[in-house]
């Protein structure tokens, strides 16, 4: 097998990372999380109080709403440097997809979530906020929003709905063995499946999915360039080296 030089840079770097991290190090010992600032919908009840932290709208208000269950996991312990970006889960998502028979479907709320943090500056007490947007599709379309028939699969009881996530506000990092840590969603496992980025759900069930997430140094708040933004920046650089060189002949 060959390696190239960027591969066993990258694989010394990872390396030398592990071996100087403390393994016993207890980082993240719990997670926390409340429901917030929603936005669209009628009837919206918000209960933080219980271990499950419930969002409800629609009509039927007490029974047969549509809604969402988010139940925090125990983490224990994790360290971010062994090995970096290990994933866990963050706790159980559930969308309650009911008919909404009055009324209307939120179109986004935002979950916060605390880590218990031990051993981590400035302050025990790290929380991060994600937005949740949600797409009440028509029940009856064909194809549904997915691209899929109506009938089977997801959409065998009505056009499914879609939950995707993303960052809200600015991160506050922590800080740990001399690096700063972000909180990162990496997406929706369902049924021990792949962590995907949007969650289709079936009409007239309870949908679950556990929510996957890690600890990364990236900043959630600065936007990743476009693949355009990128190749123009690129551009630019080429450009800025021909005019040296051109320069450097003259």
Not at 43 to 62: D, L, M, P, Y
Not at 95 to 111: K, Y
Request: proline share 6%.
């Amino acid at each position: 097998m060959r390696f190239t030089p960027f591969a066993i840079a990258a694989t010394a770097a990872s390396l030398t990372l592990m071996a100087s991290a403390p393994l016993t190090a207890q980082v993240a010992t719990g997670v926390s999380a409340s429901w917030r600032d929603d936005v669209g919908g009628s009837f919206v009840n918000i209960n933080n109080g219980g271990a499950t932290k419930q969002v409800r709208w629609g009509g039927n208000v007490g029974s047969g709403q549509s809604g969402y269950n988010f139940t925090p996991n125990a983490l224990g312990s994790i360290n971010p440097l062994t090995p970096p970006g290990t994933l866990f889960t963050l706790g159980t998502f559930v969308h309650l997809n009911n008919p909404i028979s009055t009324g209307t479907s939120i179109n986004s709320i935002i979950l916060d979530f605390s880590l218990t943090i031990a051993g981590a500056s400035p302050s025990e007490d790290f929380t991060e906020s994600f937005v949740f947007n949600h797409l009440e599709t028509p029940n009856g379309n064909n194809p549904c929003a997915n691209g899929e028939a109506l009938g089977a699969g997801v959409n065998v009881n009505g056009c499914a709905d879609r939950v995707t996530f993303a960052f809200a506000g600015s991160a506050t990092p922590f800080s740990f063995g001399g690096d700063d840590f972000f909180l990162e969603i990496v997406g929706f496992s369902v049924g021990g499946g792949s962590a995907v980025s949007q969650f289709w759900t079936i009409e007239e069930q309870d949908n679950s999915a556990q929510l996957i997430g890690r600890l990364t140094g990236v900043d959630p708040s600065i936007p990743v360039p476009e693949p355009a933004s990128t190749a123009l920046l690129l551009a630019g650089v080429v450009g800025l080296g021909m005019m040296a060189r051109r320069h450097r002949i003259a």
